[in-house]
T-cell receptor, first 112, second 113 residues
Framework: DAKTTQPTSMDCAEGRAANLPCNHSTISGNEYVYWYRQIHSQGPQYIIH???NNETNEMASLIITEDRKSSTLILPHATLRDTAVYYCIVRPGSSNTGKLIFGQGTTLQVKP | EPEVTQTPSHQVTQMGQEVILRCVPISNHLYFYWYRQILGQKVEFLVS????????KSEIFDDQFSVERPDGSNFTLKIRSTKLEDSAMYFC???????????FGPGTRLTVL
């Protein structure tokens, strides 16, 4: 089962930052935090991942707390196209199989 | 930018028929996966595949399912005798080593009548 806890849903105003929280209190030292999103029934789209340092790419920023028990995905200027289900997933950095275990995620609704 | 592709986008079949779902992973990736998502439910892992072998499979992946890499580019999922409950979106994914980022295809919607 998923080892993360996320709010079921969130709203965000268009143009504002969307901050999506995730709790992963049982994370192990070799586990990364990955974020994916799914728009309608399309394939999950990779957003960002990190181990312990904060990360930023062209899509988002990932803030991981010092104890690594929680993280926040930040979409700096949300647009209507960012409306999607966002999944926070923890997984080992090295794995024999690499399977991803999806939870229910957070449904983010970006409103005009 | 390289991407995973899947065909067909939508497959309709009669219960009991065999279906083959096709995927073309990203060209330099070595690990391949199938996931499925029943309407309104979570994305579920089915199987992972490396070096022409199944690395791991879930309890969903029973004897009715099989995977194959018939050539250097395609990766297929076969369902031998489809059931109504096999109706779902099926997603293919690929990654370099398994601990690295997986990239997903757009999915095939399978409808079993």
């Amino acid at each position: 089962d998923a080892k993360t806890t996320q709010p079921t849903s969130m709203d965000c105003a268009e143009g504002r930052a969307a901050n999506l929280p995730c709790n992963h209190s049982t994370i192990s030292g070799n586990e990364y935090v990955y974020w994916y999103r799914q728009i309608h029934s399309q394939g999950p789209q990779y957003i960002i991942h990190g181990l312990k340092n904060n990360e930023t790419n062209e899509m988002a920023s990932l803030i991981i707390t010092e104890d690594r028990k929680s993280s926040t995905l930040i979409l700096p200027h949300a647009t209507l196209r960012d409306t999607a289900v966002y999944y926070c997933i923890v997984r080992p950095g090295s794995s024999n199989t690499g399977k991803l275990i999806f939870g229910q995620g957070t449904t983010l609704q970006v409103k005009p | 930018e390289p991407e995973v592709t899947q065909t067909p986008s939508h497959q309709v079949t009669q219960m009991g028929q065999e279906v083959i779902l096709r995927c073309v992973p990203i060209s330099n990736h070595l690990y391949f996966y199938w996931y499925r998502q029943i309407l309104g439910q979570k994305v579920e892992f089915l199987v992972s595949f490396y070096n022409n072998e199944i690395s791991e499979k879930s309890e969903i992946f029973d004897d009715q399912f099989s995977v194959e890499r018939p050539d250097g580019s395609n990766f297929t999922l076969k369902i031998r005798s489809t059931k109504l409950e096999d109706s779902a979106m099926y997603f293919c994914a690929s990654s370099p080593p398994p601990g690295q980022t997986q990239y997903f295809g757009p999915g095939t919607r399978l409808t079993v009548l």
